[in-house]
């Protein structure tokens, strides 16, 4: 009589669990690493040797300055402040537009997490915003420009409020799959080993839904810096979104390539830093 | 076929567990829809250091029950009680081992056995001292630092134990714990658990959906019909222990089988 061999599928577990096959599938190994960024350089050089090939058919600094008149003017305003009267540094104006968006994307985090813990766990509460989140979700924060001016005029509170208002459907959003996504199991698994609902809930269903909440971070961090420009379209007189308007209306081609530079590399760094906090919070992708 | 009498309780102990005519049922996604129901009117005790398997088809309402003694979810009828108290919630005295071994994956092998002392805030050296010698017990020594997702599918399963049994539960409450496993380590994991039960002596609830297993590992086998759940028949399991996996070829063995297979098949 042989054993009755059950054929079962190793099934899905939590979240962490599962899926590092197909990452380590992915190739992580120090061989691919070097490769992808050979191949990424490859495609920065490419990029810039095609931009100073259209420049210099062009020859109009004006449409498109060349890439060495771009990163000569990027580093003169690093310590030259524009505008040239009671101006900044691209430094200090890179500081005001960064904290900016860190004091709407912080706000909008806490926001968007309370407001997405309360919804998974309150049925009646995400009946009630679901709805309300579906219709302002794709509206683009641009839209609300006008309307945040008659309300609050034009110092920093509308600025904050624009940051905030695109950050918090996607945290929102981000927080409610996330819990949603821990399987009951695990909590029931940290309450029979004696967890109150209160630990049970921080060690087990917070702690388990942190990784992807720290992704709607990032996600949420990325769309604050996308409308950074439109943000300070508003009366401002500094930041980088600043810059890029002024410049643009001057003409100053190489100086509004700059400010998109410095955006770029923010957010870049901003980014990493998240990444960072990621590969943290989930040792499956260390 | 031998109904719920067997060996004569050990005089004054108070039974491991008690359910009497426990009902549970579940109602639709729709309010229109039928009220399923999980179990009706279902009575079972468990003697104190004693191995039940619960066997039966699936849906039958296995793991409901399980869920009620653990606390996750109370009955609509009837009572559940373990050591003479009434199930109000799960706690530690009642260890709970599911299918996937629901490890937490953001800690290490040995700060998810600390778990359940951190979360009741006792934890001591002591502790700390027994949580590794149980993963030294269950052949994680090396494996203290690794994560959840660095362990085999039977390293997991193992740690899930030492993690249990750290809180010194008076009963291990078992659903399916290694039917998503291959058949070498699901041998392996039913040989290191009767070896520790043996050693223990702890009550366990062990659902499964095996026969054999069932027949190798129980005491008795409470063998449930389909919906609603009921217990049909408890049958008694007298074959000498300690037993392994050679005693699977006995002819005692596979009479007794056909005897918990009848039971399952036959029709009220
Ligand atoms: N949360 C739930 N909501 C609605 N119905 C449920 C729920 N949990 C279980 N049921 C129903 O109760 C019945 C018993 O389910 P249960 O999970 O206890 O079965 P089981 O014996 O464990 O089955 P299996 O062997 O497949 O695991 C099933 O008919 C199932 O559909
Ligand atoms: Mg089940």
């Known amino acids: 009589m042989t054993t009755d061999v059950v054929v079962v599928v190793e099934p899905a577990t939590s979240s962490g669990q599962t899926s590092t096959a197909s990452r380590r599938a992915a190739g992580r190994s120090r061989g691919g690493s070097w490769r992808r960024l050979a191949f990424g350089l490859l495609g920065l050089i490419l990029t810039a040797a095609v931009w100073q090939l259209v420049s210099y058919v062009k020859g109009d600094p004006v449409i498109l300055p060349s890439v060495q008149r771009t990163a000569s003017t990027f580093w003169e305003y690093l310590s030259q402040p524009y505008p040239a009267v009671q101006g900044k540094t691209l430094w200090q104006h890179a500081l005001v537009s960064g904290g900016r968006i860190l004091a709407g994307w912080a706000a909008g985090v806490v926001i968007g997490v309370a407001v997405g813990g309360v919804m998974a766990s309150v049925s009646f509460v995400r009946h009630l915003l679901d709805p309300l989140i579906e219709i302002t979700r794709p509206l683009p924060p641009l839209a609300f420009i006008p309307l945040f001016i008659v309300w609050f005029g034009i110092g920093e509170t509308p600025k904050f409020l624009l940051i905030l208002i695109g950050v918090v459907p996607v945290m929102i959003i981000a927080t409610v799959s996330a819990l949603d996504a821990v399987p009951t199991e695990l909590v029931q698994a940290g309450r029979s080993l004696g967890a109150s609902p209160l630990w049970a809930l921080l060690t087990v269903r917070l702690r388990s839904a942190l990784p992807p909440i720290i992704t709607g971070m990032r996600l949420a961090m990325g769309g604050a810096w996308t409308s950074i420009v439109a943000v300070e379209l508003i009366a401002a007189t500094s930041g980088l979104g600043y810059v890029i308007n002024n410049a643009g209306v001057n003409l100053q081609t190489p100086l509004v390539l700059s400010g998109i530079l410095a955006i770029s590399v923010l957010g870049i760094v901003f980014d990493g830093l998240l990444r960072l906090l990621h590969r943290f919070a989930d040792p499956t992708t260390r | ?268």
Not at chain 2, 69 to 77: C, E, H, N, S, Y
Not at chain 2, 187 to 210: G, P, S, Y
Not at chain 2, 231 to 240: G, H, K, N, Q, S
């Open chain 2, 1 to 268: 076929m031998t109904l719920t009498q067997g060996l004569p309780v050990s005089t004054a102990a108070r039974p491991a567990v008690e359910l009497i005519g426990v009902k549970k049922h579940f109602t639709g996604r729709s309010r229109r829809a039928p009220k399923r129901v999980a179990l009706d009117g279902f009575d079972l005790t468990v003697r104190p250091g004693e191995f039940l398997c619960l066997l039966g088809p699936s849906g039958c309402g296995k793991s409901t029950l399980l869920n009620m003694l653990a606390g996750f979810t109370q009955p609509d009828r009837g009572q559940v009680l373990t050591d003479g108290e009434p199930v109000t919630g799960p706690g530690p005295d009642r260890g709970v081992l599911f299918q996937t071994p629901m490890l937490f994956p953001w800690l290490t092998t040995l700060d998810n056995v600390l778990y359940g002392p951190r979360a009741r805030h006792e934890l001591t050296a002591e502790t700390r001292r027994r949580a590794v010698e149980l993963l030294e017990t269950v052949g994680l020594a090396d494996a203290h630092d690794a994560f959840p997702h660095e362990l085999s599918g039977g390293m997991r399963h193992r740690a899930a134990f030492a993690r249990v049994l750290v809180n010194r539960p008076r009963l291990l409450l078992m659903d399916e714990p290694f039917g998503a496993l291959d058949a070498i380590t699901r041998v392996a994991m039913q040989r290191f658990l009767l070896h520790l039960w043996q050693r223990e002596q702890i009550t366990i609830v062990f659902v499964t959906h095996d026969v054999e297993e069932a027949a190798l590992l129980g005491d008795r086998v409470c063998v449930m019909s389909g919906s609603p759940g009921r217990a049909r028949a408890v049958i008694e399991v007298d074959l000498p222990r300690p037993r392994s996996i050679e005693d699977t070829e006995t002819l005692e063995f596979v009479q007794l089988k056909r005897r918990i297979r009848e039971a399952l098949e036959d029709d009220h």
